[in-house]
T-cell receptor
Framework: DAGITQSPRHKVTETGTPVTLRCHQTENHRYMYWYRQDPGHGLRLIHYSYGVKDTDKGEVSDGYSVSRSKTEDFLLTLESATSSQTSVYFC????????????FGPGTRLTVL | DQQVKQNSPSLSVQEGRISILNCDYTNSMFDYFLWYKKYPAEGPTFLIS?????DKNEDGRFTVFLNKSAKHLSLHIVPSQPGDSAVYFC????????????FGQGTRLTINP
């Protein structure tokens, strides 16, 4: 298994509060991604990073920001959580040599009340 | 606009028989395709991939077929085993290394003993 951890694994928060999810990898892979999984939608890309301090938006980036200050960590922040952001969030990593094969973390279940 | 579609939300197959999961796409620029398997409370696991220069790729019990003219791919599992019961996602990208995967909604496969 690829060395990817996510924290926290579960979180319940209230509307309007800030939330930060962390993804940590031990593979030294260049690329890191954040997805959300919702019923009927599969996985949708929120943001991704192609290097330290290099990030770009995905399909559903509104309401989310990311930061990557070192290779191993990729943070996803909800500045002011809303109920529509209740979801399961997955981090993924890939290397340039791996092509498009992305390897996923275990996920974080976020509930916004 | 769903660029990758899995039109069967669920599929039930008897143990030992063949499971066939289908996926359609609309973006003619997609040229790399992947299948992921997901168990409850875990992250998706990479299963098999295929490049558009091929029409078939095989790995043990798993075979992926690509029909570019029909914009259709399928995953065959034979023989099906109880441990294959999971949700299967197909994904596509515009070129290998593009790092942006677009996922289908998923198909829940149940293998009955």
């Amino acid at each position: 298994d690829a060395g990817i951890t996510q924290s926290p694994r579960h979180k319940v928060t209230e509307t309007g509060t800030p939330v930060t999810l962390r993804c940590h990898q031990t593979e030294n892979h260049r690329y890191m991604y954040w997805y959300r999984q919702d019923p009927g939608h599969g996985l949708r890309l929120i943001h991704y990073s192609y290097g330290v301090k290099d990030t770009d938006k995905g399909e559903v980036s509104d309401g989310y920001s990311v930061s990557r200050s070192k290779t191993e960590d990729f943070l996803l922040t909800l500045e002011s959580a809303t109920s529509s952001q209740t979801s399961v969030y997955f981090c993924a990593i890939s290397s340039t040599s791996g092509g498009d094969t992305q390897y996923f973390g275990p996920g974080t279940r976020l509930t916004v009340l | 606009d769903q660029q990758v579609k899995q039109n069967s939300p669920s599929l039930s197959v008897q143990e030992g028989r063949i499971s066939i999961l289908n996926c359609d796409y609309t973006n003619s620029m997609f040229d790399y395709f992947l299948w992921y398997k997901k168990y409850p409370a875990e992250g998706p696991t990479f299963l098999i991939s295929i490049s558009s220069i091929k029409d078939k790729n095989e790995d043990g019990r798993f075979t992926v077929f690509l029909n570019k003219s029909a914009k259709h791919l399928s995953l065959h599992i034979v023989p099906s085993q109880p441990g294959d019961s999971a949700v299967y996602f197909c994904a596509a990208s515009e070129r290998q290394g593009a790092q942006k995967l677009v996922f289908g909604q998923g198909t829940r496969l149940t293998i009955n003993p």
